[in-house]
């Protein structure tokens, strides 16, 4: 499949995006990281948990 534009694409419009991308990327790494390091979630006390008194 081949994409053809009548235009090129603005080197603007391709650094924008690119730096979307980036932003995107290194968030998504900085949460996996977070994740990765934090314990796990503990139930609360209720209906999944102990009962409440």
């Known amino acids: 499949m081949k994409l053809?534009?009548?235009a090129?694409?603005?080197?603007?419009?391709f650094a924008a995006v690119a730096e979307?991308?980036?932003h995107l990327f290194a968030e998504d790494a900085r949460l996996s990281r977070r994740a990765a390091t934090s314990s796990p979630i503990q139930p609360s006390s209720g209906p999944q948990?102990?009962?409440l008194r």
């Open 8 to 13: 090129p694409i603005p080197p603007a419009l």
């Open 4 to 6: 053809e534009l009548d």
């Open 20 to 22: 979307i991308l980036a």
């Open 49 to 51: 948990g102990a009962p």
